[in-house]
């Protein structure tokens, strides 16, 4: 079983920078993908960036590309995701998700979900 524990949120101002990360345990990164999703209060939930499976490539929204990039640390078994240039609009609660995707902007193509860490971008 897959465990996946996120951490790296916080509040900081329009434009500023954190670095989330997922660090997984159970299974080694690498036999599956990585993705992140979050869900702003009242919205729907959105997915952010994937490290892809199906398609080998990592994957951004549109909304975030040029902004977030995933990185790994496979020692640590750890993938980040470092976000710059944030914006209010960034706000939510973002979590950290493992599986096979064949559609990695799909919630539904992944099985296990960390329980997720608030960010907070203030205008």
């Known amino acids: 079983q897959v465990q996946l524990v996120e951490s790296g949120g916080g509040l900081v101002p329009a434009g500023g920078s954190l670095r989330l990360s997922c660090t997984g345990s159970?299974?080694?990164?690498?036999?599956?993908?990585i993705g992140w999703f979050r869900q702003a209060p009242g919205k729907a939930r959105e997915f952010v960036a994937s490290?892809?499976?199906?398609?080998?490539?990592?994957a951004y929204a549109d909304s975030v590309k040029g902004r977030f990039t995933i990185s790994e640390d496979t020692t640590k078994n750890t993938v980040y995701m470092q976000m710059n240039s944030l914006k209010p609009e960034d706000t939510a609660f973002y979590y950290c998700?493992?599986?096979?995707?064949?559609?990695?902007?799909?919630?539904?193509?992944?099985?296990?979900w960390g329980r997720g860490t608030q960010v907070a971008v203030s205008s």
């Open positions: 998700v493992a599986g096979w995707p064949r559609v990695p902007s799909s919630p539904y193509e992944y099985d296990i």
């Open positions: 159970g299974r080694p990164f690498g036999t599956y993908a």
């Open positions: 490290s892809g499976w199906s398609t080998g490539k990592p």
